[in-house]
């Protein structure tokens, strides 16, 4: 499918992309940037038996915010539940749009910008292909 249908369809009818993308069941809500407060303390508990050596409670958590915070600055087609990612997905290239952010932001790396912001999206755009990958393929356990 090309994506040119598919935004002549969307602009016909929201639901019709909708119902592609399955439904924006997994969507986060619509956000304002006035008075938002995050509160990330009860998301990651802590534990006593994890020996956090490398500070990677306060990374993953600090990963968590600029996330949320990207809900606010992405391209929507009209309101904030579509998403250009969405548009890429139901093209079929979610993962490979994913793949080759990850490969940008990790070929410029501290050449434009800060090397943490460049780190935070290739970390954002690495999970998002976890999400594709989840969808596409069998999922693996991991022993613990």
């Known amino acids: 499918m090309t994506l040119l ?51 990677e409670e306060e990374i993953v958590k600090e990963l968590l915010e600029y996330i949320r ?3 606010t600055q992405h391209y929507s087609a009209g309101d904030q539940k579509i998403q250009t990612l969405d548009l890429i997905e139901a093209c079929g290239d979610g993962e490979a749009f994913c793949r080759s952010n990850i490969l940008k932001y990790a070929s410029r790396y ?27 393929a069998v999922r693996e356990t991991y022993n613990q």
């Open 69 to 71: 915070g990207t809900y």
């Open 110 to 136: 501290d050449k434009k910008g800060s090397a943490r912001r460049d780190i935070m999206k290739i970390l954002h755009y690495a999970v998002l292909l976890m999400n594709f990958n989840d969808k596409n």
């Open 5 to 55: 249908p598919l935004v002549k369809r969307f602009l016909l009818t929201r639901k019709s992309l909708s119902d592609i993308i399955g439904g924006g069941k997994n969507l986060p809500p619509p956000m304002s940037d006035s008075n938002f407060t995050f509160n990330m303390t009860n998301m990651i508990p802590s534990s006593p038996a994890t020996p956090w050596k490398y500070n």
